[in-house]
């Protein structure tokens, strides 16, 4: 039994869907049935990470997890109560999702995943951790901007950003729930590429068929402009964070997905050749 927690999420659904695919006795743990309609093909479970008196009978029988949780502050609080009902279950090898910036990047989010991956590391559980870089669904951060200005508006530079489609990102997570050999290990995942803000823009106009430029603001700038847009402070925050390692020089390529999969990831043209007329056709942001 492989329990994935935040099952309706952009990772866990698509782990779910993977491993029922293959055949795999998966249970997906959610807090609300209701909002997992795709998720017909596993067992739904009802759980709250945050309340761990609903989690024993989720994880009750659980071989291996996938925890999952929201990023939020509560990070480390809330995957320490899944660490536990997966240990109390039984369980035989627990996967984190976790962050490409974890453990070399002093600043939050990435703190939180640190924290969270020294207490996993310390529970006594055959585990590995699974650090995605930016998810290609997440380029740009804000779509509006293409459709509105022709703009990628992020400030990063000319330093390079890498990607991951998060289909990779699952297909690697179900590939480490369900062989051997990977117990103590660390998986940075990207695709192959790394990419400057010029190139991603570029990318992006040749998908959609129109121009795109690269706006490099200030992190002031950006800052000011993503809050009178209206994006939440603690998200405006995390996203200066990420922006500010890119500058940093802190993304690289790995070739994990490659080596574990028996493939090369998927290309950034690849997911906009699937994905970008769908994006830019949907309706802008109400001021």
Request: cysteine-free; glycine content about 8%; aromatic content about 6%.
């Amino acid at each position: 039994m492989i329990v994935v927690t935040a099952a309706n999420g952009k990772i866990g659904s698509r782990t779910v869907r993977q491993l029922a695919e293959a055949h795999h006795e998966v249970r997906a743990l959610v807090r609300d049935p209701a909002k997992a309609p795709d998720l017909a093909v596993a067992e739904v479970v009802t759980g709250d990470l945050a309340d761990p008196g609903s989690l024993a009978a989720a994880f009750a029988g659980a071989d291996r997890v996938l925890v999952i949780s929201p990023l939020a502050p509560q990070l480390e609080a809330l995957e320490a109560n899944a660490f536990r009902a997966a240990a109390e279950a039984g369980a035989k090898h627990i996967v984190k999702l976790s962050n490409f910036g974890a453990g070399g990047f002093p600043a939050a989010p990435f703190t939180w995943h640190e924290a969270s991956e020294n207490a996993l590391r310390g529970l006594g559980i055959p585990w590995t951790i699974l650090r995605p870089t930016r998810f290609m669904t997440d380029t740009p951060f804000s779509w509006d901007s293409i459709t509105e200005n022709a703009m990628l508006f992020e400030s990063t530079g000319d330093s390079v950003v890498t990607l991951i489609d998060p289909d990779d990102v699952a297909a690697v997570a179900a590939t480490v729930l369900t062989t051997p050999g990977h117990d103590g290990k660390t998986y940075g995942l990207t695709s192959a590429e790394a990419l400057t803000g010029t190139q991603i823009a570029q990318k992006i106009s040749a998908a959609i068929g129109r121009p795109v430029t690269f706006a490099d603001p200030s992190p002031e700038e950006f800052r000011e402009a993503t809050l009178a847009a209206g994006v939440p402070e603690p998200f405006v925050d995390m996203l200066g964070q990420y922006m500010a390692l890119v500058r940093q020089g802190g993304m690289r390529v790995t070739t994990t997905v490659a080596d574990l999969l028996g493939r090369a990831p998927r290309t950034f043209d690849e997911w906009l050749a699937r994905n970008a007329q769908t994006r830019i056709q949907r309706p802008a942001r109400q001021p």
